[in-house]
């Protein structure tokens, strides 16, 4: 008898691998239960080889899967072939369905699995549909009392029920798995599997007792893109990752001048974390070029690079030109390596406000403000010609937190006294050799030369790049994977009325309360999302769309947990719609608070003057025209809209305290339009912890009482291009599922 006929005889014969309908879940899949495709182990292949005389025909059979797809053939004359599908029903039931052609007979087989944890997986397959007795269906069962390593199995057509094949796989080792089973007629199937990560191959030793009293001897070649459990350790290797471009929480819409994004923040921080947790990875070779970030975002990515050093790995920069932002990055690194004419410049920082009174003044246009609380000094820049005491305060206030967070960091990383480091800053502009000399770098090479010298310091270095490294698979190994979401929610932009958009000539983002409700909504509704955290990276914008987006977040915050992660910016609007939630994390560098209100109007008549308009009104009602261009505010018109701003700030600072679990007179206190950075905010009781993205992710699932989770960001992209017409189609079709 041919080995195709034992392994896959109308799926009615155990087949003389030992493995089940109920545990087979790669193309192997072919010859048990096609619905074990729809497990979708990406692409493999096997190569079947019986030891015994005949043809190369007789003795072989290839199987594959692709994705949810699977083929098997066999070189005999005529070719024997099959083709297979599987469909995922929901979270723990597939489906799956089999046609093969065999020496001119087809039939069609049916399969079924349901999975409903991590130990336990059943499964059906009727072998041939065109068979009308129910009876010849087999069933089987599978359970994993003690977890992956161990798994237990039996299976039996409906019409021997009482005579079930009773098997077992058990890995002593990794990348080696031991498998068996047999029935009472003294028919029995042994076999081992060996793993060597993307390659496998197996043996097996088989006894029929119903058709040979021979052993039957056979074994496989696999190839596969998901990476198995081996035998072989990994050697350990280098992630070579280049920094350039411009990094930001989400990926603006099409515009002319606008940047794209080459990496988001959370792919580029999870990216890190997936590194420090792979005890294959010991170290990283970043190379900085051209990398635009903010301070507060050089922060973020410095401590998860402080916290994959702590582990014992190693860091190595290579970067042509370093600036105050990119060499605080770098000076967390074990070796800092520039280029032979790179330069290292390091001046300190600064704040730099632009006023326009005088420009506006020029043109005959006046800015009228009203605010409520002393430092909410945004409209200043309009208004005045200079900075005010309170400006200046706060200016001052921040510039000193950021700067003694520079200065620790560097002097922890690289060994400086603070007076020493001071010295060196406020000189300022170093070229790679003088550089090298005070200690600020390591050395500098050509590129080319960079292996060489890793290699004289650090042995023999073997990389991957983060292109090859992301794009590995590994085999995962269980039976349900976690459905519970977490979803986050990217709150990015200024935030405006209707939906969200990019400006089509700066690439500047519009956080729409319309789609950031509706992404709140679809969040709380979802069943399978389990937390929620806010990512808030805005400086606020109109109030009565902000508005919109706290009384959504607070009807959400009572139905599931709310966390709130805060990017480079949280303040005003940004902080009115964090404040609610249940917990905030902040990063030391976060610019947050701003808690108060203001008015703006601009005023046109001295250019209407200038350019020859002029204006005459027709009006019912005495304000009728009080927010018209073309005149200023009576002393009775300004105090009503003081009143006005008053009372939204009044909300704002009740919302706050009600949030932050504070009295009114305290955030009054801490309010009053001032900006704080996080570590201020802190110790002020405006955050709850000093914390980036994903200490808030691991938070939330935290609070959800989740291991792992899958991660629903929210609200889905938007087309960029053809913008109108494709959003509107986008919108029509997404509208039917929700």
């Not at 070779?285 to 190693?314: D, M």
């Not at 203001?598 to 204006?615: D, N």
């Amino acid at each position: 008898m041919t080995f195709l006929l034992i392994v896959c005889q109308l799926l009615s014969a155990p087949p003389i691998m030992p493995l089940s309908v109920a545990t087979a879940d790669d193309a192997l899949a072919m010859f048990y239960n096609p619905a074990g495709l729809a497990t979708n182990r990406g692409q493999n292949l096997y190569y079947l080889y019986n030891f015994k005389q005949g043809r190369f025909g007789d003795n072989s059979s290839f199987v594959c899967q692709l994705g949810p797809l699977g083929f098997s053939w066999i070189p005999e004359s005529p070719p024997s072939w099959s083709l297979g599908l599987g469909i995922k029903l929901g979270d723990i039931t597939s489906f799956g369905v089999r046609y093969e052609s065999r020496r001119y007979v087809s039939f069609w087989s049916i399969g079924t699995m349901i999975r409903p944890s991590n130990s336990l997986s059943l499964a059906a397959v009727w072998p041939d549909i065109n068979e009308t007795n129910w009876r010849a269906v087999i069933a089987g069962i599978g359970i994993r009392p003690l977890g992956n390593r161990l798994t237990i199995f039996a299976d039996a057509k409906l019409d021997s029920i009482k005579k079930p094949w009773i098997g077992l796989h058990y890995q002593p080792v990794t990348g080696i798995e031991l498998r068996g089973m047999a029935k009472t007629d003294k028919s029995f199937s042994l076999g081992i599997d060996v793993s060597f990560g993307k390659i496998g191959i197996g043996y097996s030793a088989s006894k029929l007792a119903k058709i040979s009293e021979d052993i039957e001897h056979s074994a496989y070649l696999r190839l596969s893109k998901e990476i198995r459990p081996s035998v072989t350790p990994t050697k350990p290797r280098y992630l070579k990752l280049k920094l350039s471009g411009l990094i930001q929480d989400v990926n603006p819409g099409f515009s002319l001048f606008g940047t794209r994004v080459k990496r988001t923040t959370y792919e580029l921080l999870k990216l890190l974390h997936k590194v420090k947790e792979d005890d294959n990875i010991v170290g990283i070779i970043l190379n900085i070029e051209s990398f635009q970030l903010s301070f507060t975002q050089t922060s973020e990515i410095r401590e998860v690079l402080q916290e994959f050093k702590a582990k014992g790995k190693k860091i190595i920069v290579y970067a042509p030109f370093l600036s105050t932002n990119t060499y605080f990055l770098a000076s967390v690194a074990d070796f800092i390596v520039s280029h032979p004419l790179g330069n290292v410049n390091i001046p300190g920082m600064y704040s730099k406000v632009s006023f326009l009174k005088g420009t506006l003044g020029k043109l005959g246009i006046e800015a009228e403000s009203e605010r409520s609380g002393k430092y909410k000094t945004a409209p200043e820049i309009l208004s005045e010609d200079s900075l005010s005491p309170a400006y200046r305060e706060v200016l001052n206030s921040v510039l000193d937190d950021y700067y003694q967070y520079f200065l620790q960091g560097i002097e922890k990383s690289r060994g400086f006294s603070k007076e020493d480091l001071e010295g060196k800053i406020n000189y300022g502009f170093f070229s790679a050799d003088s550089a090298k000399k005070e200690g600020l770098i390591d050395t500098f090479a050509y590129e080319d030369q960079l292996d060489s010298i890793l290699e004289a310091r650090f042995g023999k270095i073997r990389k991957i790049s983060d292109k090859s490294y992301i794009e590995q698979t590994f085999h995962k190994n269980d039976w349900k994977t976690e459905s519970a979401k977490i979803a986050v929610i990217y709150a990015s932009g200024s935030i405006t009325r209707g939906k969200s958009g990019t400006d089509p000539f700066s690439g500047d983002v519009a956080m729409g309360a319309n789609t950031i409700t509706k992404a709140i909504k679809k969040a709380r509704k979802d069943k399978s999302v389990k937390a929620i955290v806010l990512r808030v990276n805005t400086g606020g914008g109109e109030g009565f769309a902000t508005d919109l987006i706290w009384h959504e977040l607070e009807i959400t915050k009572n139905k599931k947990p709310l966390i709130v992660s805060m990017g480079p910016v949280a303040a005003s609007g940004g902080y009115y719609i964090s404040c609610n939630s249940d917990k905030i994390f902040a990063l030391p560098t976060t610019i947050t608070g701003s808690i108060g209100a203001f008015s703006l109007k601009m005023v046109l008549s001295g250019l209407y003057e200038k350019i020859g308009m002029k204006t005459e009104v027709v009006k019912r009602g005495e304000h009728a025209d009080a927010e018209s261009d073309h005149r200023q505010l009576t002393d009775v018109e300004r105090e009503i809209i003081k009143k006005a701003v008053d009372e939204h700030n009044r909300q704002f600072v009740e919302k706050v305290a009600q949030g932050r679990n504070k009295s009114y007179e305290y955030i009054d206190s801490v309010g009053q339009g001032r900006v704080w950075t996080g570590n201020q905010a802190k110790s002020l009781g405006l955050v709850d912890t000093l914390g980036g993205f994903l200490q808030a992710i691991e938070y939330a699932k935290e609070k959800a009482n989740l291991k792992e989770a899958e991660l629903l960001f929210l609200p889905k992209p938007r087309f960029p291009f053809f913008g109108s017409m494709l959003n509107w189609v986008w919108d029509r079709i997404s509208s039917q599922y929700e």
